[in-house]
Every structure is written in C-alpha cells, then in structure tokens.
C-alpha cells in the first residue's frame, strides 16, 4: 500500500454564531473529535481567539491539536457564520461520522466538503514500496 492517508476539507456556512465565537465551544470540539473518528490526541488542543486585524469584522477562534496520526485545525469567522475545518490523517477515518458531527456541533447542513489523498507516493509498506522502486529501476535499464 502506497500513500500517506487523507485529508478532509470542510468549509461550513450559517454556522451556530455562540458555537464560532467560544473558545470553550472549539476547545471542546477540538478535545472530543479525535476520539469520535478513532484517532489518537498527543496534546491538549491550541485554540485562541483573534481580533480580526485590519478588519475587525474577521475576528474568530483559531485552533488545531496534533493528533498521533497527524492534527485537525480550525479557523472560525463568527460575523460571517463561518467555520474551515481540516483533518489530516495517516490512517483512513470515518468521513461520513466526522462531516455528521460538525453538522451537528456548529449547527448547519450548508458544507462545503472536499478530500484528498496525501503523499500518494509514500512507502506506507517498504517490501512493498521496494518492489515498486526495483520494478521502476527495471524499466529505465
């Protein structure tokens, strides 16, 4: 098996504005997650609020935990109803489980939803990924 594992996307739109706009509420989405879709936390999770900046309109919760398998970030928009989400995994992952439990955390149905496999030459199995060197090594002679 090649390939490093995948990465999911989730832009969410009418988000839940109390939810977006608590550090708690994304701290404890952050701590709860990793154990809903099976992966394993290393850390407590990072999260902070932010003050928008040259916009004051942009400010929001930013946070991320690092999990065994990689980490899950988070930006939040409040003011915009809005929320990005990523999950990076080495390990497959229940997609449908996780997209199900943002629905429900941040409180809206409008996602936008794209993944991705990552590293899609990495030697996951290095008998295998050695037979694939040699057999490419094979063809250049």
């Not at 999770?45 to 946070?63: A, C, L, Q, R, T």
């Not at 990689?70 to 992952?93: A, L, M």
Request: aromatic share 12%.
């Amino acid at each position: 098996m090649i390939g490093f594992g995948p990465h999911l996307m989730v832009d969410g739109y009418d988000a839940n504005y109390e939810t977006l706009a608590s550090v708690e509420a994304v701290t404890n989405f952050l701590d709860e997650l990793p154990k809903e879709i099976g992966m394993t936390k290393i850390m407590p999770p990072y999260v902070f609020k932010y003050d928008g900046g040259d916009k004051p309109e942009d400010w929001g919760v930013s946070g991320f935990v690092i999990i065994a398998e990689s980490h899950i970030s988070i930006h939040t928009f409040p003011e915009k109803g809005y929320f990005s989400i990523d999950i990076f995994s080495c390990k497959d992952f229940d997609v449908d489980r996780a997209i199900e439990i943002i629905k429900e955390y941040f409180g809206t149905d409008r996602l936008e939803i794209k993944q991705t496999e990552r590293g899609t030459e990495f030697p996951r199995d290095i008998r295998i990924a050695t037979s694939i060197t040699n057999a490419q090594r094979n063809r250049l002679i």
